[in-house]
């Protein structure tokens, strides 16, 4: 069940002010990646750095809940 949970997980975080949004799957996988670019290229880095490392974070999050959950789970 654990890897069904972690198969069909999806993320989808955007950045502050939205001109970024990135979709991370359970396998930490970038699935999609929207990108506005009204930034400058070195301000667009930072924003897309901080974005992806936020969405790997939740997923991460997701996963470590998930496998608290499962291994209290009677099989």
Do not use: C, H, W, Y
């Not at 069940?1 to 955007?14: G, M, P």
């Not at 930490?28 to 969405?55: F, G, H, R, Y």
């Amino acid at each position: 069940k654990f890897l069904e949970f972690q198969q069909n997980l999806i993320e989808t975080v955007s950045s502050e002010n939205d001109e970024i949004k990135v979709t991370v799957n359970g396998r930490m996988e970038i699935t999609d990646l929207k990108m506005n670019a009204s930034q400058p290229a070195t301000e667009l880095e930072a924003i897309l750095k901080q974005t992806i490392n936020k969405a790997i974070v939740q997923v991460s999050l997701k996963i470590q809940r998930a496998m608290q959950l499962f291994a209290q789970t009677p099989v």
